[in-house]
Structures are given as C-alpha cells and as structure tokens.
C-alpha cells in the first residue's frame, strides 16, 4: 500500500506561480509512476503531469505544456508539481496519483487533494 499526501495548494492571481507537494509513503518500491490530477467544480476529473519512476519519463496536459513542471526526489519519495503562468481556468483541487506494480498486479493510490484557485 501507499500513502499520498498533498500540500502546497492556495489562493494565487493570475499569472502567478504555485509549487504542490506529494510526500508518499509506505510500498514506494512499488511504484511504477506518479503524476497530477485535478478536478474543477462541475467536471470530470483529468490528468495534468505524470512521471515514471525509473526513467522519468514525463507527460503532460496539452493546456499546461510549457507552464507547469512536474519533478520528483527518490531521495526524499516526493512528487512536485511547479505550476507557472497561472490562469484562471487552472482552479481546480489537484490530486497526487502513484500507479504500483507487483508481482504483474497493478494498483492506483491516491491522495486527499488539496486546492488551488487562480483568481484576482
């Protein structure tokens, strides 16, 4: 099993910069990747940024290339996400995501979420 937990979330103006926290825990050697996820009020949850473990291969959202920067420290098991250039459009509760595998068997993991609003 694997903990999430998220922190960094806040209240910034647009065209401000925003850095989230995802400290996990527990099976970490299980983890095959990691990535971002928000969800705004009123619609489906969606991918942001994810991160495989090994050879850090990254993936990104198509609205926030070039913007946001997803990064992760095995050293310290935590995921961040550098989020720059802000929009309003970028409100959402974003949600830290670890995708396990073992023995063939893969499993999701997620954390609480924390919330971050763009707005002047």
């Known amino acids: 099993q694997v903990m999430l937990v998220e922190s960094g979330g806040h209240l910034v103006q647009p065209g401000g910069s925003l850095r989230l926290t995802c400290a996990a825990s527990g099976l970490i050697f299980s983890i095959y990747s990691m990535g971002w996820y928000r969800q705004a009020p009123g619609k489906e949850r969606e991918l942001v940024a994810t991160?495989?473990?090994?050879?850090?291969?990254?993936n990104y959202a198509d609205s926030v290339k070039g913007r946001f920067t997803i990064s992760r420290d095995n050293a310290k098991d935590t995921l961040y996400l550098q989020m720059n250039m802000l929009k309003p459009e970028d409100t959402a509760v974003y949600y830290c995501?670890?995708?396990?595998?073992?023995?063939?068997?893969?499993?999701?993991?997620w954390g609480q979420g924390t919330q971050v609003t763009v707005s002047s």
């Open positions: 991160i495989t473990s090994r050879d850090r291969i990254t």
């Open positions: 995501h670890a995708r396990t595998v073992v023995a063939g068997n893969w499993d999701d993991y």
